[in-house]
């Protein structure tokens, strides 16, 4: 992704994409101060795209630092990005993180807080499993408690058991990793939240210890909407083999279905596809 033509917004400045570095001995590299939103544009517009902004700034507080750009200015900056790169459907990455400066040890109150957009095209997170089912491997680690981390931060530091999973779980020939939480319930995968049905319900485990996704309240609405019970509820792992259909929903992933998740096999009913189909609609509205 360094290789390319076009630029990168940083600090307030479009800078060429090759030459969006950072030095070695940025904070945020060593300690894993960084906080980031993933976003997607169609037709031009970024969706949600204000949500995605206060996020951000909200991320980047509850792991003790402040965003030195207001929510108007990163949403002027994100439309800027998003026109330059010439894309209609994009994929947007906002990333703020401590850098380099006075400090190296593990505080850094002095570093200046550093930002940066880039956008490109991104396709179908999860590629052909977005129609077929998508195969989940089950993780061994598990979503930390809210005590040990703040775990509804979209913060660098908790992705690093997620790229671990991911692998694990690419190596077993699936496209993704349920991951259980501290206690044992059902969380989430590893870029993407949970959905299953069962009796023509909607059950997805309360975000107690992970990203409330802004897709998954997206869809929780649409559900509603269409008068569909929708349970946010602790989920236990032997609950997995009742559940007749299940999807996932990120703003990379969208919604897409799962067909199985270790031994556990889901169709691609009714319910899966009016949501995905719906969602899609949505989005470019
Ligand atoms: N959980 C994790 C760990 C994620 O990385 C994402 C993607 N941001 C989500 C859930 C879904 O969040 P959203 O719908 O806001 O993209």
Known sequence: YDDRDGHIWMDGEMVPWR???VHILTHAMHYASSV???????????FKSREHSERLKRSAQMIDFEIPYSIDELEAAKALVLKDSGLQDAYVRAIAWRGAGEDMGVASAKNPVRVAIAAWEWG??????KMKGAKLDISKWKRPSPETIPSHAKAAGLYMICTMSKHAAEAKGCSDAMMYDHRGYVAEATGANIFFVKDGEVHTPDPDCFLNGITRQTVIGMLRDRGITVHERHIMPEELSGFEQCWLTGTAAEVTPVGQIGDYTFEVGA???????????LVRS
């Open 19 to 21: 030459e969006a570095n």
């Open 271 to 281: 319910l899966t596809r009016e949501i995905a189909e719906a969602y899609e609609k």
């Open 124 to 129: 179908a997170y999860y590629g052909d499993a």
């Open 36 to 46: 980031f939103e993933g976003e997607r544009a169609y037709n031009g517009k970024i």
